[in-house]
């Protein structure tokens, strides 16, 4: 059986329509599974099937962040927030444990200028996405199966680059947008304050801003990084990584699966 979605240009833009956006995603939720169980689909899926269903979740990040951002370039340019989603081809995952949720309570959903963050390293939404994307919906236990708390972390990583989200600083639209989070989740049974929801990010690092950049200047930050935008190398305590090869190159994908081969014949049926 042949199934077909069509996105038309109305579905995009500057105001995404995001029950769109989530049907698409959900394909992609159906077609891989998740880190525990991989559909019978996916372990059976040839080289090239895998690399589909991969970027159909990719794909519809960056159509989400484009628009995102073409938004905000009409509406408010000086709050475009780029970010470097850092991820690694075979990761390895691990379980995080109590020590590390800690950190969920100490920094929350703040996002600081050239601030590390742990990156969410498995499939499905997390609640304060359910809240800001649905519209604050009842969590019925259909809504419910869409949601995980996060589960592993590995050394997959981001990098916050715009301007600086703290509560309780200058931003009164960003503390309201917490409280009102906290409230929607008493009033669906749900503790603000319970470490295992995962709520918020893992604060890992911060960059040296002026060490690196020579400036604090997120404008002049924005610039010096647009025209750097693959990471050639990664190095970490004496051992160093290097990637060979940037996006724009013709045989990108084929050098993409040939690196992701290995786990993909992992992931296969036996």
């Not at 960056?62 to 951002?69: G, T």
């Not at 960003?174 to 989740?185: C, E, G, S």
């Amino acid at each position: 059986m042949i199934y077909k979605e069509h996105l038309l240009p109305k579905n995009l833009g500057l105001s995404i329509k995001q029950g769109v956006m989530n049907r698409l995603h959900n394909h992609f939720e159906v077609l891989q599974g998740t880190v525990e169980h991989l559909s019978l689909y996916y372990q059976l899926a040839d080289y090239e099937t895998k690399y589909a269903i991969r970027q159909l979740n990719n794909l519809c990040h960056e159509i989400e962040n484009l628009c995102l951002s073409q938004r905000q370039q009409v509406m408010a340019p000086e709050w475009i927030r780029p970010t470097q989603i850092t991820t690694f081809l075979q990761s390895q995952r691990y379980c995080l444990i109590d020590e590390h949720r800690k950190g969920f309570t100490t920094n929350g959903y703040d996002r600081v200028l050239g601030g590390v963050y742990m990156h969410w390293t498995q499939i499905g939404k997390t609640l304060f996405e359910v809240f800001r994307d649905e519209g604050a919906p009842e969590l019925t236990d259909t809504v419910c199966k869409a949601i995980t708390e996060l589960k592993y972390y590995s050394g997959e990583f981001d990098i916050e680059w715009g301007k600086n989200t703290e509560y309780g600083g200058n931003i009164p639209q960003f503390d309201q947008r917490i409280d009102d989070f906290k409230k929607w989740l008493v009033e669906n049974k749900k503790d603000p304050d319970d470490v295992n929801l995962s709520l918020g990010y893992l604060h890992l690092g911060q960059v040296n801003l002026a060490q690196s950049f020579g400036t604090n200047s997120e404008v002049v930050i924005h610039q010096q990084l647009s025209n750097h935008l693959d990471i050639y190398q990664i190095e970490v305590d004496g051992v160093a990584c290097t990637y060979n090869y940037c996006w724009t190159d013709t045989d990108y994908k084929q050098k993409q699966i040939d690196m992701m081969k290995p786990g993909y014949d992992y992931s296969s049926w036996r």
